[in-house]
């Protein structure tokens, strides 16, 4: 390890080894920290993703992915079921390989990478971030850089550190819980989402597959809604109706941030990315694409800087971002906000208005024109979506 990077990266999840490839790629010194013993876990996650989302940065390998999605069911209150042929598919990642590999394409590139590496402190210098402070191996150490990027998830202290203000409003952190489950007969190539208050209320619960009888089960709620109920209480629920034979093979608990892009992701000598960023789609909760982008943008950026040794060009990073995706995310945050408080009542009314197309005319599109029939005031967001 060297005592000085160009780059150093805080966290090795998709948005760190993202940012960290795009930036060594380019020649510059890249060293990137990770705290947990190994890259990829523990999972706490989902782990579904659409195909074009992953085609952009890597070609889907048999190896990472549990099981292909061709299909999305959407399931009311009162059980009417919607389903949707989904063109563009989609799969259900083994995320733990998929960390590891994106880590390795990062290192491939001449990232240097530690584990059990613990950031606990950054080096400023004239008011600029100038390096980390870590724990490794039980020693204490200093490394210098001219930028740090911060993918320490969304937890993430280095941000604060920095000076940037990375408190998220209480309400719209999701606290989410998922397990993953054996004995669980759905169809394998389904995504299952249940809508409504009596699942996840301000949420909503999946069931994903991940073949061989295997499922990610989970739901996100508020911390509003949280505080009256928790929402293990929901799974538990949910569990003992639906699935009263399922085995508990893990169990994970971990906030979402379902909110817009922080105000300020870049400060002298630092960036965010990730859901240290928050640069999670605020409606679905799918933070691992948007978190690839986010890294990707980042590290472009940052190397460029040291390479013409300018800087103050990474704050061109904040508008990039905005440009590609932080706008959208606005904007589903705006219709997150208008669904998310429908009655259950409502949520039914939707089911059945679209019971009545035919199944194979169902498109993602005619959910959410139906929705805004029965929530005109969503409107005009949503049809910003689609233009
Ligand atoms: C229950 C649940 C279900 C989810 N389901 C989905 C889903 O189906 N699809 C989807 O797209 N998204 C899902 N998400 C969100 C998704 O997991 C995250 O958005 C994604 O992992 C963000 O990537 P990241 O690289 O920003 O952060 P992370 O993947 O969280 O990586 C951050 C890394 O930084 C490390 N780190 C933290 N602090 C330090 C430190 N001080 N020093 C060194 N290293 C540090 C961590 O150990 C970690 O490895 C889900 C989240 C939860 C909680």
Known sequence: MKTEYDIIVVGAGPAGSLAAKFAAEQGVSVLMLEKDRDV????????????????????????????????????????????????????????KIFDYELANIAAKVGTDILTRAYVNGIISENGKTAGVKFEYR????????????????????????AGLKTHSDFRAMESGIQITASNINVDQNTCYFYWGNIYAPQGYLWVFPKGNGLANIGLAITGDIGKKRSALSYLNEFMETHYPNASLLSQVAGGIPFTPTLEKIVAPGIMLVGDAARQINPLSGGGIISGMIGGSIAGKVAGEAIINDALDSIFTYEKKW???????????????????????????NIAHDLKKIPKNKITLGQIAKTAVVNKPSLLLDVAKTFF
Not at 66 to 93: M, R, Y
Not at 322 to 346: P, S, V
């Open 322 to 348: 905005h440009d590609r995706l932080g706008k959208r995310h606005e904007m589903f945050n705006r219709i997150k906000n208008g669904i998310y408080n429908l009655t259950d009542e409502k949520y039914n």
């Open 138 to 161: 039980g020693e204490q150490k200093e490394v210098k850089s001219k930028i740090v990027i911060a993918a320490d998830g969304v937890e993430s202290r280095v941000g604060r550190w």
């Open 40 to 95: 990829g876990y523990p999972v706490r996650c989902g782990e579904a993703v659409s195909m074009a989302g992953l085609k952009e940065f890597i070609e889907p390998d048999p190896k990472w992915i549990a099981t292909e999605i061709t299909k999305f069911s959407f399931i009311s209150p009162d059980k009417t079921k919607i389903e949707v042929e989904f063109e563009g598919k989609g799969c259900i990642l083994e995320r």
